[in-house]
Nanobody, 118 residues
């Protein structure tokens, strides 16, 4: 069973930076995708950024050029560096792990609050 533990959320001013970290317990192998989603009050959860087991990355248009996702395979950790933060980035951020092959699975972290003040 995989568990995801997020850290690094908090309060930042507009234009500031925060870094989120997600540590996965257990052994992760095979083809998989780790990513970050966010959900603002009254809105649907949306994908922010993802990184595959081969290192390919994908970003939502709203964060391109500001956010960077990376991973430390040795530590089973994925990081989200958030720069040039905007008030509209305020949301609960969730870490996600999708196992694709040879086993499948979909896991979520508990979420971490990010609040950006103007």
């Amino acid at each position: 069973q995989v568990q995801l533990l997020e850290s690094g959320g908090g309060l930042a001013q507009a234009g500031g930076s925060l870094r989120l970290s997600c540590a996965a317990s257990g052994t992760i192998f095979g083809i998989h995708v780790m990513g970050w989603y966010r959900q603002a009050p009254g809105k649907q959860r949306e994908s922010v950024a993802s990184i595959t087991s081969s290192g390919s990355t994908n970003y939502a248009d709203s964060v391109k050029g500001r956010f960077t996702i990376s991973r430390d395979n040795a530590k089973n950790t994925v990081l989200l560096q958030m720069n040039s933060l905007k008030p509209e980035d305020t949301a609960v951020y969730y870490c996600n792990l999708k196992l694709i092959s040879p086993v499948t699975g979909n896991y979520w972290g508990q979420g971490t609050q990010v609040t950006v003040s103007s």
